[in-house]
């Protein structure tokens, strides 16, 4: 069994490496999913299974604490480990750290879902929250999408998009702090949204045509970050059924309320890359749903393995 620590993945993992990984996942049958998630007092800690069928199989343990950023000394919000099994055997070949596969996974789903989605002429990208995942997420969709030349920065919390622009601007990346959401949101051509909101953020109204709304923060029944007038205006794609429908509040609510129904979901990852599903005009508005999972997990867990084994 094989340890395989943060810098152990970084020293294999590029953005377009962890892309086709996942890329070559959703080649693969659907997995078998399963997920496990309990709340005290606003911490959460959510355990993932997955069985990719002549891939792999894992389980994701992590703890979610979204007041450990502000700590004294700073902790990362998401913290725990991945047991990669190997599918043939079933025994554990290896243990990887949780909290940088989990960036990698994120990032690299948002981007896989862009890379089929999105124009490829798309020039300005609006980051809705400036959290851990925000820098990630913006890697990752500027790989895939390389036209993208200007990043505005929305958040709450001024000092922390301040704090992000300027690492940004660091990497001769142009990027600017708005605080007027809605008018930044009628300027992007793609918008990824990494928040803990319950209500909705983005205003379907404010969307331009063409605009590519890719969904990251989301992830139990009672969040959401865009409104209702967004999954109308758009079309609605998610990386998994199984993940998303029946367990996050992003298609829960609206489906719930009958805005929305599962039939208004036009395909998933699998879809999507074996190219049965796909952005129609170039003025379409396109709406990815980034709800995670194990299996992705799983993916790039496998990729990482064999690379550092030197297959």
């Not at 990386?239 to 129904?261: K, L, N, Q, Y």
Request: contains cysteine; aromatic residues 4%; glycine residues 10%.
């Amino acid at each position: 069994m094989r340890i395989v620590t943060g810098d152990d993945i970084r020293s294999v993992c590029s953005w377009p490496f962890a892309v086709e990984a996942l890329r070559a996942g959703h080649l693969m049958p659907p997995a078998d999913l399963r997920d496990s998630l309990v709340e005290n007092a606003g911490r959460k800690m959510l355990v993932r299974t997955a069985w990719i069928p002549g891939l792999a199989s894992g389980v994701k343990a992590v703890t979610i604490y979204p007041d450990n950023p502000s700590a004294e000394p700073a902790r990362p919000s998401v913290q725990g480990q991945v047991l990669l099994f190997d599918e043939a055997r079933g025994d554990v070949v290896a243990v990887l750290e949780g909290v940088d596969l989990t960036a990698w996974k994120t990032a690299g789903d948002s981007a896989l879902g862009s890379s089929c989605l999105s124009r490829l002429d798309v020039r300005t990208m609006l980051m809705v929250g400036a959290g851990s995942m925000a820098r990630p997420l913006i890697d990752a969709h500027r790989t895939v999408r390389p036209t993208l030349d200007r990043v505005l920065v929305w958040n709450r919390s001024q000092g922390r998009a301040e704090d992000l622009v300027q690492s940004l601007a660091d990497d001769g990346i142009s990027a600017e702090v708005v605080s007027d959401l809605d008018a930044a949101v009628a300027r992007a051509d793609l918008i990824c949204s990494a928040t803990m909101s319950t209500e909705p953020l983005i205003r379907g109204a404010a969307l331009k045509p063409g605009t590519h709304v890719d969904l990251v923060g989301a992830y139990t029944p009672s969040m959401r970050e865009a409104d209702d007038a967004v999954l109308t205006r758009g079309r609605l794609f998610v990386d998994s059924f199984a993940t998303t429908v029946g367990h996050i509040g992003e298609v829960m609510i609206p489906m719930a309320s009958g805005v929305i129904t599962k039939a208004d979901i036009q395909g998933d990852l699998h879809d999507l890359v074996q190219a049965r599903a796909g952005r129609g005009a170039t003025d379409e508005i396109t709406i990815f749903k980034n709800g995670g999972g194990a299996h992705l997990d799983v993916m790039i867990a496998h990729a990482v393995y064999l690379a550092l084994e030197g297959r």
